[in-house]
Structures are given as structure tokens and as C-alpha cells.
């Protein structure tokens, strides 16, 4: 009889699980993304429009590019494709050199679009570009 309980104490002991590994291997994940957490730098750009109360009207000595909410895109009164802003630009920009842009994006435009639309009109040759909020 003493064997078996001897036996049965021995048995209850032994089948506990051992947390020391998975705990060892927990800590160590933990250190390794922390570590490497460190070194992640996010890039952007930060873009601030300005509210449409602060509007100011310019002479419309400017090349005027209009950024509906809707995504349509109007250069020189005429409704154009994304893809075709660079060519009117370097047409525009070819008669009046001198001229800045202005990319008048409304506040429900797409933040994407404007991105393009601004890469688009350097692309052209244009340097002073600016950004500006309609009265919608």
C-alpha cells in the first residue's frame, strides 16, 4: 500500500505543465519587437488646408486648377483627366511663365488626388505651387 501512494504523489507532481519555456520564448518575442520597433520611421507629408472662412480672393493672374469633391478636376474652365493635368500645365505655363499655380481643392476632395494633382503641375515645371480651400 505504501508503494502506491508513494507512486500516485510521484504521478500528480510530474504532470503539471512547465510554463518556463513558453514564458522564456513569450519575453523573448516581446523584446525582439520592441527592439525593432524603435527603428521604424514612418515618411509622409503633413498637409494643412486652410478652412474656407479664411479665404482670400487673388487676381486671377494665377493658373487655377479646381478640385471638386467629387474628384473632377477643372484647368483653364474645362473638365480634364487626372492623367492630363501635367500637359495642360506645361501648355499654361509655356504662355504665362510668370504665373504661380493654385490647386483650389475642395474639403471633401480626396487628400490622394490632390497629392497627384501637385506632383503633376512640378512635374510640368512649375515650383511655386499653391494650395487653397473653395467656398463649398
Known amino acids: 500500500m505504501r508503494l502506491r501512494k508513494h507512486n500516485a504523489a510521484h504521478f500528480e507532481d510530474s504532470t503539471g505543465i512547465d510554463l518556463a519555456p513558453m514564458l522564456d520564448f513569450v519575453l523573448n518575442l516581446l523584446i ?28 486671377s493672374t494665377s493658373i487655377i486648377i479646381n478640385i471638386g469633391s467629387d474628384g473632377q478636376i477643372i484647368v483653364d ?19 504665362k511663365p510668370e504665373d504661380p499655380v493654385v490647386v483650389v481643392s475642395d474639403q471633401g476632395a480626396a487628400t490622394g488626388i490632390l497629392v497627384d494633382v501637385i506632383d503633376q503641375v512640378r512635374q510640368g515645371g512649375v515650383e511655386a505651387v499653391s494650395i487653397a480651400a473653395s467656398k463649398s
Open 77 to 95: 474652365h474645362k473638365i480634364i483627366d487626372q492623367r492630363s493635368v501635367r500637359a495642360n500645365i506645361e501648355r499654361l505655363h509655356a504662355e
Open 32 to 59: 525582439f519587437f520592441i527592439i525593432t520597433a524603435v527603428f521604424l520611421k514612418e515618411f509622409g507629408i503633413t498637409v494643412s488646408r486652410p478652412n474656407s472662412s479664411n479665404v482670400e480672393k487673388k487676381e
